[in-house]
């Protein structure tokens, strides 16, 4: 079984355009000179699909003349086991860091990945390697089996609170996949110091004994199935008893967690502790609630009154 | 996910070799050139121009009035391709327009129109119309079951306390029309007599509601033609129709026509907070306002809280002109704002404190002796004596044995104003201090002018004298302007500075502006208007133009153009007959049948009584204090009280999404109304919190012809719509009468459908004619010849004012005639009980009851004549009625070391609400290319999914202050108010409305706003339950209601998460005399629209917390805010442009 590796016009255009550039700035116009002579019959063609392609041909044909193709292949080849589990591999443009990332498409036929990669990462020094790596990991942990992978559209209740619980989501897996790397010898450098920075700017609520141990059971720990991480980035409780903390352990609120009380995100929270009177006053109408849970401000002002 | 394989194109290996045909190129190189004279004429081809041409070509063409709440009304010609208007522009023909006696328009009144009128066919054919008539399910439900009580079991089961979750379904015209019926007479039947007495009182309502009852369940009926002057026929129509429900009353108490009470009317201009409630106080009528064109002669233009830089687009131009023509110019407001920008100097003030301002330039001009000192004499009540026991004004009758009150039978008073006989005696004569017989004289209100100088008299303006009254016993007297001497001495150049924040010398420059330059206007708007003390600001604004005389004279005086409120226009006399109230209160067991009637001989009788919505907005409910001195105290006026409110129905307005405090309202008022109608063109929240919604054609639509003026521009037009209805919709004047025809199938009793008789046949224009007949402004007009095009443009006429442009009180200056107050005069000082009650006698700067730093509503002045009571509430005791009640006197020199707890507590931010400049209110605030460019978060592709459409609300701050609080320009912020009782009254965390109304938007640096000062735009769409919802759901994230379809501006909350309603003492008082608003006579108290509570949406203080970031999709820094270009972020280049920098001329060697 092959796969093919396709490339969206957009992407193939960003980079040429940005490594032509990059040569010219070094003085060398040779390349340019080249496409822009193969173009210029192009130009003049009525617009519409064959001009499309042409105009694809020539920069695909650029492409491969500048070597850029050979960092894609070369990183490919590190996954041979995705040939077989993949039939297409679509590799497109990003346009942040953040988007940089792998999905599975629904295709008609047959399975196809696409990759949004910057395209710097082939014309400049961030390199093609340890992206591909990362991604192409999670490619394979979402087509086996055994991650279970479920294809979900949000990750939180509330629109509010998504950003969070879908940072939190990226957080576990990605410690996962860089640790195993780690493991293989195929880790980037300072993954391991970015990722443990990420978990402390998400769980800067738990005590560092607790957040050493998460780190420590997501980066060398077995896999997580998807499930799991989906629970750990929705479920406090889970990420407690993942950290070996206490069911009923309260952490500090941090800012843009959702106020236990109103839910709404909240950077301003009621200074801790609380007084008793205001205690008595939540616990009438949430039972539930932990004075060490906190909460925000605006719910602290209403519970102040009463 | 989806992913289109159109969107890829393959370019494997493979792929690559097949390739496409590709086309010959063009051998360009081997032309030659061709010598051609006329390129034009010989050009080969020009069919391609064709193009273009299409592109604007049209079948035919229609005018039509562009009709919001602007002030405008423009006249526009829709063109029309194959029956769908492509688009419109303003008709060019105002220099046509004239008037019965040949006087024609200036053509400077070109162009008309804005960018909402040139959309809005964009609105007509938009995703947001009304299609059809909708019912609310459970509403639908409560009927079937026989409209049954309102218990809390049944507002449950029929959703009356969750409007906003239930489901509408379509129903057909003739279904809604019965349902409503049927429901009228239910709640009239429920309401009436001792058992609907029981009902309301056990209910919960206040006795004192009950006073404009009468036994009637009619008057629990409340009706809001809105803003009716844009619509006379369907908007005021309203009125119209409540006062058909007189055989509805007839019918359930079975009492004689004469003694039917229908409905209430829920007035317009005071409840959108829109009047300048101080005029009525000053001269005695709603609201004067001269022409825009009379800017052009103004010398010195004083733009208090205003912007006609940003708003007042087809009108703005005049602002300019004021420039062009040489005029000074002096901006007053907190911000750094546009009109700012182009005036000669510019005030900085503290929010709400303008009348401190006014009086520290009335003092300056005072002790300067740069008064107009005749003027004063002539015009003004400063020369009137006041007691300096009682604070009255000293009467004639006090100090002359029998007095006999002047003959002024055939006076202006009498003769031309309508002041009763009843009315003449109630207020009696004045005193002044004759210097040349060194004692007491009598004046009437008719000694102004010319008939004040035959008078012979040389009134005292300064001194302290003693009169003996009947009694015997001796009082001292002072003329008012000797008063106000020692009034000012609170308000030193040094004072109102601190108080103000307006360096000193500043504030003396424009009072020598305003003293040496004539004439001089001073142009406010709601910038003052909706603040609570904004009666003092408005008085204050007159005060140094009484000083001045800048008067009744072109280029002068004190204008607001907030709201088009003037039903005036219509104004009834003797001798012209009913004028507006012909049409809105024609007696309905009179009507003329007959079309040729002169509208003179219609015969008027009002079955209705007004109300303020305000009470309504401030719970259902008068205001009511426990004074530990008084215990409980109606502090409403008698001629104010509201009555319980059971039905609702509203026309052209968005009353629920407009009204201040209204998640309040959805939850803990509305539950208590039994039916909400709402008849307008789009799907709104208030159409989403109705029980029914009627679909009303709009104004390109409409079948029968409709008539609109304006308070700011002179033209009286008439038009109706050039296109068929799109969607099964009806005019709105059709919806009424329709419904009034079906109230009278219902009742069995045909004069419901005879009221309506023109109306039900297509005729319209015959209620019109009577209108031009009956009104002092119109008469001599007909209706066909001004739509036949006899006045110079079709559908338009110049209304018959006395000059052009209109000037206010130019005949009392130039005829010598009274002003509309009790003492004929221009007046500074008021002397009703309550006024002197509430230490509001002399014009006064008040802080706010919220939006302050210091106590709230203290009293700033040492003024032993002004004795305000406290009613016992102690200093600290800061519930809502009592800090509005309690009037407390204290220097300033003590003020300024009080403390507002709220602010203590961090509510720090003013909160400024205006107008937004693509908007009009509520309108056109989810039109696509409107809220496109309403904010800078317009987005057309919703990149950021948490967009709730194509724009976001926006929040203005300063950006130190916003940085202080760790909130990036971009970031999603909550906005919120006193927790006592906003968003509503018991909000808890745990309520899933809380979620609804709690505010969240997007800040936006903006340096031009003080620190303590941010910025909201008003009446964007609130967010409903079902918009959260949607929100939180649909894939897309836009908050587009599901089953209703209604657009919410908004994720969370609103503008009015952080208003609520007040209920000023000063705006319900008994004992003002004041003209009647539409017709010439006078009134005490309250009439609708005229004296009466001015919703106040900036009395509040907020705080402001970060919700979220404002990056893509809730990460890092919102873009826009990182290139360097953006306000308070600018990088080295933008700095060094800002500073000039960029380009550099070099002097030529």
């Not at chain 2, 051998?27 to 390129?39: C, D, H, M, Q, S």
């Not at chain 2, 019926?181 to 007495?197: C, D, H, I, Q, T």
Request: with cysteine; glycine share 8%.
């Amino acid at each position: 079984m092959t796969m093919n590796l396709e490339y969206d016009p957009g992407f193939l255009d960003a980079v040429v355009t940005d490594a032509l550039r990059r040569a010219e700035a070094a003085g060398d116009r040779a390349a340019a000179a080249d496409l822009q002579s193969a173009l210029e019959p192009v130009y003049r063609m009525p617009a519409g699909g064959a001009r499309d392609q042409a105009f694809a041909r020539e920069q695909l044909r650029t492409f491969r003349q500048l070597g850029l193709e050979r960092a894609v292949l070369a990183g490919l080849a590190e996954f041979p086991e995705l040939a077989r589990r993949v039939d297409r591999l679509i590799l497109c443009r990003a346009t942040t860091r953040r988007e940089e990332e792998a999905d599975v498409l629904p295709a008609e036929k047959g399975r196809a990945v696409r990759l949004r990669v910057l395209p710097d990462r082939l014309t400049g020094p961030a390199g093609l390697v340890a992206l591909l790596r990362v991604e192409l990991t999670r490619i394979l942990d979402l087509l086996d089996p055994e991650f279970a992978f479920v294809p979900c559209g949000r990750l939180a209740d509330r629109p509010a609170e998504e950003n969070l619980t879908r940072d939190r989501y990226r957080l576990f897996w990605t410690l996962s996949v860089e640790g195993r790397l780690a493991a293989a010898g195929r880790g980037e450098a300072g993954a391991a110091p970015r990722a443990r920075t990420e978990l402390d700017r998400l769980y800067a609520s738990l005590p560092e004994e607790g957040r050493e141990r998460l780190f420590l059971r997501y980066w060398t720990g077995p896999r997580p199935t998807h499930a799991e991480i989906r629970r750990l980035a929705r479920e406090t409780a889970a990420v407690l008893a993942a950290a070996g903390l206490p069911h009923d352990y309260s952490a500090h609120p941090t800012s843009g967690m959702p106020c236990p009380l109103c839910r709404f995100p909240a950077f301003d929270w009621a200074p801790a502790p609380a007084s008793a009177r205001v205690v008595r006053a939540v616990l009438q109408d949430f039972p539930e609630w932990t004075a060490t849970a906190g909460l925000c401000g605006r719910c602290f002002e209403l519970y102040d009154r009463s | 996910m989806a992913f289109s394989r159109r969107d890829f194109l393959r370019v494997t290996g493979a792929a690559a070799g097949a390739a496409g045909v590709l086309g010959t190129p063009l051998r360009l190189w081997g032309l030659e050139p061709v010598a051609i004279e006329n390129p034009l004429g010989a050009y080969p081809s020009r069919d391609w121009e064709k193009v273009y041409r299409d592109a604007y070509r049209y079948d035919s063409t229609f005018n039509w009035i562009c009709s919001p709440n602007c002030t405008h009304e423009c006249r526009m010609t829709a063109f029309v391709r194959n029956g769908i208007v492509l688009r419109s522009e303003q008709t060019y023909d105002c220099g046509r327009v004239g008037d019965l006696y040949g006087n024609k328009c200036t053509p400077n009144w070109n162009p008309r129109g804005c960018s909402n009128g040139f959309t809005f066919q964009r609105r007509m054919y938009g995703p947001y119309r009304l299609r059809y008539p909708l019912m609310r399910k459970g509403w639908r439900a409560w009927a079937d079951a026989g409209y049954p009580e309102l218990t809390p079991e049944n507002k449950t089961r029929y959703k009356f306390d969750a409007r906003g979750s239930d489901e509408f379904i379509r129903v057909p015209w003739d279904d809604a029309y019965t349902y409503v019926a049927k429901a009228l007479v239910a709640v009239a039947k429920r309401y009436s007599g001792e058992e609907g007495k029981k009902r309301l009182l056990a209910q919960g309502y206040a006795p004192e509601m009950l006073e404009h009852w009468g036994g009637a369940g009619t008057r629990t009926m409340k009706f809001r033609g809105g803003m009716g002057l844009l619509g006379v026929m369907g908007k005021y129509g309203m009125y119209r129709f409540a006062n058909t429900l007189a055989f509805l009353d007839q019918k359930v108490r079975g009492v004689k026509p004469e003694e039917t009470l229908a409905g209430r009317l829920f007035s317009n201009y005071t409840w959108h907070g829109d009047q300048a409630p101080g005029h009525p106080f000053v001269h005695g009528v709603q609201g004067a306002d001269c022409d825009f064109s009379d800017l052009r002669f103004t010398k010195f233009h004083l733009h208090m809280g205003k912007n006609l830089v940003e708003n007042k687009r087809p009108d703005s131009h005049w602002f300019i002109e004021c420039m062009e023509r040489g005029a000074k110019i002096a901006v007053v407001t907190p911000e750094y704002s546009p009109p700012a920008t182009k005036a000669d100097y510019w005030l900085p003030i503290r929010p709400a404190t303008d009348a401190a301002l006014l009086l520290g330039i009335s003092r300056v001009i005072i002790d300067e002796n740069r008064y107009d000192e005749t003027f004063v004499k002539r015009f003004t009540d400063l020369p009137l004596l006041v007691r300096t026991d009682t604070l009255k004004r000293l009467s004639a009758a006090d100090v002359i044995p029998n007095y006999a009150p002047k003959d002024i039978a055939d006076g202006a008073s009498m003769k031309i104003f309508g002041l009763t006989p009843e009315q003449r005696t109630q207020l009696g004569d004045y005193m002044v201090w004759d210097r040349k017989t060194n004692g007491p004289k009598p004046l009437t209100r008719d000694d102004v002018g010319e008939k004040f100088d035959a008078a012979g008299l040389d009134p005292a303006l300064d001194g302290a004298f003693s009169v003996k009254l009947l009694d015997g016993s001796y009082v001292d007297v002072m003329p008012l302007f000797a008063m106000y001497r020692i009034h000012l001495k609170d308000y030193d150049l040094a004072t109102v500075s601190e108080m103000t924040g307006v360096p000193a010398e500043t504030i003396q420059r424009l009072a020598t502006d305003l003293a040496t330059i004539k004439p001089a206007a001073i142009h406010i708007g709601e910038g003052i208007n909706h603040w609570f003390h904004a009666t003092e600001m408005n008085r204050a604004t007159y005060l140094p133009l009484m000083l001045t005389g800048n008067i009744g004279i072109r280029g002068g005086g004190s204008y607001t153009w907030a709201g088009n409120y003037k039903a005036g226009i219509f104004q009834g006399s003797k001798e012209t007959g009913p004028g507006f109230k012909g049409w809105i209160a024609e007696d309905p067991f009179a009507p003329s049948l007959d079309p040729a009637t002169d509208g003179k001989d219609v015969h008027a009788h009002a079955h209705t009584y007004d109300e303020e919505v305000a009470y309504w907005n401030y719970g259902d409910k008068p205001l009511i204090v426990d004074t530990p001195k008084f215990g409980r105290k109606c502090f409403t006026g008698k001629t104010h009280l509201p009555t319980p409110t059971k039905v609702l129905w509203y026309t052209n307005v968005n009353l629920i999404n407009n009204a201040k405090w209204c998640y309040e309202m959805i939850k803990n008022v509305n539950p208590n109304i039994e039916m909400i109608i709402s008849t307008d063109i789009e799907m709104t929240a208030s159409c989403e919190y109705s029980d029914v919604v009627f679909a009303a054609n709009t104004w390109m639509e409409s079948k029968q012809y409709e008539v609109t003026a304006s308070c700011s521009n002179p033209f009286l037009q008439i038009w109706k719509g050039g296109i068929d209805p799109i969607y099964d919709t009806r005019d709105d004047l059709t919806i009424l009468a329709e419904q009034a025809a079906k109230l009278g199938e219902v009742l069995e009793d045909s004069r419901c459908a005879d009221y309506w008789k023109f109306a039900l046949e297509g005729k319209g224009e015959v209620y019109i004619q009577r209108l031009l007949d009956s009104s002092t402004t119109l008469r001599g007009y007909k209706f066909d010849d001004i739509m036949s095009g006899k006045y110079g443009a079709q559908g338009a006429v110049l209304i018959l004012f006395r000059t052009y442009p209109r000037i206010p009180f130019w005949e009392q200056i130039h005829d010598s005639l009274p002003f509309f107050t009790a003492t004929g005069r221009l007046q500074a000082y008021n002397d009703e009980p309550e006024t002197i009650e509430y230490g509001e006698n002399f014009i006064v700067h008040r802080e706010g009851p919220e939006a302050t730093p210091y106590l709230p509503n203290v009293i700033v002045s040492s003024n032993p004549f002004i004795r305000p009571e406290s009613y016992g509430i102690p200093e600290e005791h800061m519930g809502e009625g009592e800090r509005q009640v309690r009037n407390l006197r204290k220097p300033w020199h003590e003020v300024k070391l009080t403390e507002n707890p709220l602010w203590k507590k961090g509510y720090q931010f003013y909160c400024m609400t205006p107008k937004s400049r693509h908007s009009t209110h509520s309108s056109w605030q989810v039109t696509d290319w409107q809220w496109i460019w309403n904010n800078q978060f317009g987005d057309p592709y919703r990149t950021d999914k948490r967009s709730p459409g194509l724009g976001e609300h926006t929040l203005h701050v300063n950006p130190q202050a916003a940085r202080d609080l760790g909130i990036n320009d971009g970031d999603y912020v909550y906005v919120d108010a006193n927790p006592a009782d906003r968003p509503y009254v018991g909000w808890k965390p745990n309520d899933p409305f809380y979620k609804v109304a709690r505010l969240m938007l997007r800040v936006k640096y903006n340096p031009s706003y003080p620190y303590n000062i941010v910025m909201m735009k008003h009446a964007p769409f609130i967010a409903t339950e079902r918009s959260v919802k949607a929100h939180e759901t649909r894939a897309d994230g836009r908050a587009l209601s599901e089953n209703t379809g209604y657009q919410a501006s908004f994720r969370y909350g609103s503008q009015q998460s952080i208003t609520r309603d007040w209920a000023m003492p000063m705006h319900q008082l008994d004992t003002l005399f004041h003209k009647a608003k539409a017709k010439t006579g006078f009134l005490f108290g309250f009439e609708g629209d005229n004296h009466g509570i001015n919703t106040v949406p900036k009395e509040t203080l907020v705080k402001v917390t970060k919700a979220e970031n404002g990056g893509l999709e809730g990460r890092g820094v919102w873009a826009p805010a990182t290139t360097g270009y953006t306000p308070a972020a600018e990088n080295e280049f933008m700095q060094k442009y800002l500073a000039g920098g960029t380009v550099q001329v070099k002097k030529p060697s």
